[in-house]
Each structure stands twice: as C-alpha cells, then as structure tokens.
C-alpha cells in the first residue's frame, strides 16, 4: 500500500462556522466535499499544499447532536515558515483567535490555538511545507512500543529523523511511511510515563491512510494481525477502517 497519510478527520457542530475559520485564519479552501442524508464531509487545506499533504477532515453530522473531545486525541499541528512562530501568534491574535499557549509559554519552540469545537492546534516551525499545512496528527498512547510496532508491522512505517523526544515524564515518537516526503503528514504517538489511560471521546474520528488497492492493502493488514473492524464490504467497498490498540480509528483509502 502508499501507506501515506491522506487525512486527519474530526466533528464539528457548526460546519460553516468551522469553514470559515479554518478559511480566515490558516487560508484554507475546500477541496473536495460528501453529502450524504445524514452528515456532510468537507475536506480542507491550503491552496498551494503539496499533492502528499494531508488534508483536513471536518464531519458534520446532521442530528444536532454535540461531541466529548476526550483526551485519547491530542491535536493536529500545522506549519509556519522557521523564524514566524511569534509573527504567525500574533497574526492570529489580531485576527481574534483566543489566546490558549502563546510562544513564550512554550519556551519559543511552538505554540497552540483551539478551534471553535476545542481542538487543539499546534503551530510548529518548519523549513518545508506550505504554510498552515498538517505536520502531523498526535495521538496518546499507554504502551509506546507496542504503537511503534503496530505502526511498523501493519504500515511499514519507520520513525522520522530526528523524530524522538525523551523528556521527564513523557516521550513522544514520530512515525511516518519510510521514505515519505518531507511534506506529507506524520503520527506522533505520546506516551506519558505515569500509566494513566484515557478516553477517545467522539469530537475526533481518524487519521486516514492511502492504498493503491483497498483489497490487497485490507488483505495484507489481516495477514499482519490489524483488526478487523469494517471491512471493504461493509463499506461498499470504498474504504474500510482498522483499529490500533488504544483504539484510534485508522481509515484506508484509495485516491
């Protein structure tokens, strides 16, 4: 299978509202959009993201219903040029975006903002990518060997260079297909060294992974001990998901 990240979806309660705020502040545009009966897809990104980008997912179903964020999901980040953290911060601000973790209360290295659903977004400085682009999806995890071996053996996926942080009391571990460009998006898997567990909610869905074939790429993932969660049939043979063992759903797709 490509085995590249495609997208990282989440739900929303207000769908314009999510549209044009991803649209005023990261410039995103609408690249492509599913109606169906009973919720609307709209897949978002930059205007000039690069074609391995991933894109953002925003889920809408159409009952009304609200959404439990949990803390199984961590955030999404997106990228800035090296050297415009403060500026890109502060273009926010201005913008009248909520000040959550500024810059300088993340030691100048990052810093963060919530949607309007609470999701958490990290901005992060990068040398590649276009601007406000996915740099990768973060996930929690209670047994870091265990995801680094499901993500190895199932995707055959490597971690990215100089994709590891041992801190004090946590880690966190960058993995993504081997020789995957640098544009495309990673998985960070944080691991907290207290053995709490958590709590997937429903406000985030899934990270979604590409196939050049859904049937071959699903018969391999059985072979290797994925699990068999919704198969190619059940989904009328247009995509199919698995699960990891702390539960994040993983979609696979095909272009």
Same mark, same amino acid.
């Given at each position: 299978? *490509?085995?590249?990240?495609?997208?990282?979806?989440? +739900?929303?309660?207000?769908?314009?509202? %999510? !549209? $044009?705020?991803?649209?005023?502040?990261?410039?995103?545009?609408?690249?492509?959009?599913?109606?169906?009966?009973?919720?609307?897809?709209?897949?978002?990104?930059?205007?000039?993201?690069?074609?391995?980008?991933?894109?953002?997912?925003?889920?809408?179903?159409?009952?009304?219903?609200?959404?439990?964020?949990?803390?199984?999901?961590?955030?999404?980040?997106?990228?800035v040029p090296e050297g415009e953290l403060e500026a890109a911060y502060d273009e926010?601000?201005?913008?009248?975006?909520?000040?959550?973790?500024?810059?300088?209360?993340?030691?100048?290295?990052?810093?963060?903002?919530?949607?309007? *659903?609470?999701?958490?977004?990290?901005?992060?400085? +990068?040398?590649?990518?276009?601007?406000? %682009? !996915? $740099?990768?999806?973060?996930?929690?995890?209670?047994?870091?060997?265990?995801?680094?071996?499901?993500?190895?053996?199932?995707?055959?996926?490597?971690?990215?260079?100089?994709?590891?942080?041992?801190?004090d009391s946590f880690a966190n571990y960058f993995v993504e297909p081997i020789d995957a460009p640098e544009e495309a998006m990673s998985v960070e898997l944080t691991?907290?060294?207290?053995?709490?567990?958590?709590?997937?909610?429903?406000?985030?869905?899934?990270?979604?992974?590409?196939?050049?074939?859904?049937?071959?790429?699903?018969?391999?993932?059985?072979?290797?001990?994925?699990?068999?969660?919704?198969?190619?049939?059940?989904?009328?043979?247009?995509?199919?998901?698995?699960?990891?063992?702390?539960?994040?759903?993983?979609?696979?797709?095909?272009?």
């Amino acid at each position: 299978m *490509d085995a590249l990240l495609d997208h990282t979806m989440m +739900r929303v309660e207000d769908l314009d509202e %999510s !549209i $044009d705020w991803y649209g005023k502040h990261f410039d995103y545009e609408e690249k492509g959009r599913m109606e169906a009966d009973t919720f609307t897809n709209v897949f978002m990104g930059p205007e000039d993201a690069h074609e391995d980008a991933a894109l953002l997912e925003l889920t809408y179903n159409h009952d009304g219903r609200s959404y439990e964020l949990g803390d199984a999901w961590g955030h999404i980040a997106v990228r800035v040029p090296e050297g415009e953290l403060e500026a890109a911060y502060d273009e926010l601000m201005d913008e009248g975006v909520a000040d959550y973790r500024d810059p300088e209360s993340c030691g100048g290295r990052y810093a963060f903002v919530e949607d309007p *659903d609470g999701h958490e977004i990290e901005i992060v400085q +990068r040398d590649h990518g276009a601007k406000w %682009s !996915i $740099d990768h999806t973060m996930m929690r995890v209670t047994d870091a060997d265990e995801q680094i071996g499901f993500w190895t053996r199932k995707f055959e996926y490597d971690e990215r260079p100089e994709g590891r942080w041992e801190a004090d009391s946590f880690a966190n571990y960058f993995v993504e297909p081997i020789d995957a460009p640098e544009e495309a998006m990673s998985v960070e898997l944080t691991y907290n060294y207290d053995d709490r567990s958590y709590e997937l909610g429903d406000a985030w869905g899934h990270v979604a992974v590409r196939a050049d074939d859904l049937d071959d790429a699903w018969d391999t993932l059985m072979t290797r001990g994925a699990a068999d969660y919704r198969d190619p049939e059940s989904c009328d043979h247009q995509y199919a998901f698995t699960k990891d063992s702390d539960g994040h759903e993983i979609e696979i797709v095909t272009q």
